[in-house]
């Protein structure tokens, strides 16, 4: 086991350092507004690339519910209701169809 240690250490500082640095150098200098605006899209952005395909196939028999799910978390998402909400309410809205 010990010798993964410089391996894993290693691996740490690759994946650590290329989030840092930018972090690091732009942490005291204003954003532009349209960048900021850019940025703060991204969670929205990551919810629907990375969260709906699985959900979609997660569950092939009850496609009502996945659809109800992705629409009523793209709702709250888009009234700016935030990443939490929107994954709570599409749970929500899932739960009511198959309770149904």
Known sequence: MTEYLPLILGMMLVTYLPRLLPLAALARRPLPPLLR???????????????????AESAPGAMPATLAAIAVAAAVAFRGGGL???????IAAAYLVLSL
């Open 84 to 90: 939490v909400p929107s994954v709570v309410a599409s």
């Open 37 to 55: 605006r850019f940025l703060q899209y991204i969670p929205y952005a990551a919810l629907g690339a990375l969260i709906t395909r699985g959900v």
